[in-house]
């Protein structure tokens, strides 16, 4: 990379105009600029996350300090490598850890990272298949695995899953599909009805179907077992609603982060409440999950209808909708476009 042009690259840049007021700019940016990690790598796609929306405007829980990167998704090649870990060219994956957070994220041409967050693309998979799963689909996939390592299987019953228009959600539910569960698709956006019925939903619920649990210790056991995408209040009233020795994968706060909680539904139906990271799981358990998603747990076809390819310079205009609660399915970013 010795020319200028080669040097430079286009990001996405977040800063603040104002106390509390953000902007996002799609800039050029240089090689200099970026942190000194030893992995450069050429991104060739990128997705959007609600975590990403929540950097972009100003949360600092999530990134610390302004002007930044977001983008906690990227896939590309390798253009440098002092490590000696992988060679020019290799086409990497790298999600989550502190990419997009306080380290310069995928929305740009260009990264620098630690070579031990990047794991090879997985044979199966192409680069943008990779990204219209991201971390959502990683995370989806990990949802399920908890489900199955907890004993659940197709004829225990209906598996609801929550927030199912979201990136995780709608995931979760063609993946749950392809395995043959039964799934209650639950939403806000009734109108995605036929959506989510084309990636496998056995039935699309109103989430207020959920509200008159609300002021219950327990509620009638409804659903086998849950992916919950949102958290809050929603989180325990799906709790409330399992049946008998069922458990929920939890893996979201966009409802809020707290919710209230009695002991009855753990110590009288034995409910689980499984918890789901995909940040700061090890890479060799990322890497096993990334191989189930392009081998038996493929759902290339269904991806067609989950994820919309967008480009860098529209980031910024499907972060705010992302930020506003107003996304559906996937948003690939490709910087070809």
């Given at each position: 990379?010795?020319?200028?042009q080669?040097r430079?690259?286009?990001a996405?840049?977040?800063e603040?105009?104002a106390?509390g007021k953000?902007?996002?700019l799609?800039?050029?940016?240089?090689?200099r600029?970026?942190?000194?990690n030893?992995?450069?790598?050429?991104?060739?796609?990128?997705?959007?996350?609600?975590?990403d929306?929540m950097?972009?405007?100003g949360n600092?829980?999530?990134?610390?300090?302004?002007?930044?990167?977001p983008?906690?998704?990227?896939?590309?090649?390798?253009?440098?490598?002092?490590?000696?870990?992988f060679?020019p060219?290799t086409e990497?994956?790298?999600?989550?850890y502190?990419?997009?957070?306080?380290?310069p994220g995928?929305?740009a041409e260009?990264?620098?990272?630690?070579s031990?967050?990047?794991?090879?693309?997985?044979?199966?998979?192409?680069?943008?298949?990779?990204?219209?799963?991201?971390?959502?689909?990683?995370?989806?996939?990990?949802c399920v695995?908890?489900?199955?390592?907890?004993?659940?299987?197709p004829?225990?019953g209906e598996?609801?899953v929550?927030?199912?228009?979201?990136?995780?959600g709608?995931?979760?539910?063609a993946?749950?599909?392809?395995?043959?569960?039964?799934?209650?698709?639950v939403t806000?956006?009734?109108?995605?009805?036929d959506?989510l019925?084309?990636?496998?939903a056995?039935?699309?619920l109103?989430?207020?179907?959920?509200?008159?649990f609300a002021?219950?210790?327990?509620?009638?056991?409804?659903?086998?077992?849950?992916?919950?995408?949102?958290?809050?209040?929603t989180?325990f009233?799906?709790?409330k609603?399992?049946?008998?020795?069922?458990g929920?994968?939890a893996c979201?706060?966009?409802?809020?982060?707290q919710?209230h909680a009695?002991?009855?539904p753990?110590?009288?139906?034995?409910?689980?409440?499984?918890?789901?990271?995909?940040v700061?799981?090890?890479v060799?358990?990322?890497?096993a999950?990334?191989?189930?998603?392009?081998g038996?747990?493929?759902?290339?076809?269904?991806?067609?209808?989950?994820?919309?390819d967008?480009?860098?310079?529209?980031?910024?205009?499907?972060?705010?909708r992302l930020h506003?609660?107003h996304?559906?399915?996937?948003?690939?970013?490709?910087?070809?476009?």
């Amino acid at each position: 990379m010795n020319s200028s042009q080669e040097r430079e690259f286009r990001a996405i840049r977040v800063e603040e105009v104002a106390a509390g007021k953000f902007d996002q700019l799609l800039v050029k940016r240089h090689l200099r600029d970026l942190p000194s990690n030893p992995l450069l790598l050429r991104v060739s796609y990128s997705s959007l996350n609600y975590k990403d929306a929540m950097s972009a405007f100003g949360n600092r829980s999530i990134t610390r300090e302004y002007p930044h990167t977001p983008g906690i998704d990227a896939v590309g090649s390798v253009l440098e490598d002092q490590s000696g870990k992988f060679t020019p060219g290799t086409e990497l994956l790298v999600t989550g850890y502190d990419l997009g957070m306080n380290t310069p994220g995928g929305l740009a041409e260009v990264t620098a990272v630690p070579s031990e967050w990047a794991l090879p693309l997985p044979e199966g998979l192409s680069a943008r298949e990779s990204m219209a799963l991201g971390t959502a689909g990683l995370t989806a996939a990990l949802c399920v695995d908890r489900l199955l390592e907890a004993g659940a299987m197709p004829e225990d019953g209906e598996v609801l899953v929550s927030g199912a228009t979201g990136g995780v959600g709608s995931i979760a539910v063609a993946l749950l599909a392809k395995l043959g569960f039964r799934v209650a698709a639950v939403t806000g956006k009734l109108e995605a009805a036929d959506f989510l019925a084309e990636l496998g939903a056995w039935k699309v619920l109103d989430r207020d179907t959920l509200a008159p649990f609300a002021n219950k210790a327990m509620a009638k056991p409804l659903w086998a077992w849950a992916v919950d995408t949102v958290g809050g209040e929603t989180l325990f009233n799906v709790v409330k609603s399992l049946a008998y020795g069922g458990g929920v994968a939890a893996c979201g706060m966009a409802s809020g982060a707290q919710f209230h909680a009695n002991v009855f539904p753990f110590i009288l139906r034995g409910i689980s409440l499984l918890g789901v990271d995909s940040v700061e799981l090890p890479v060799e358990k990322k890497a096993a999950v990334w191989q189930k998603l392009a081998g038996p747990w493929y759902i290339g076809d269904k991806l067609k209808l989950i994820a919309e390819d967008i480009s860098l310079e529209q980031a910024p205009e499907f972060l705010a909708r992302l930020h506003r609660g107003h996304g559906i399915g996937r948003y690939v970013v490709n910087m070809a476009l």
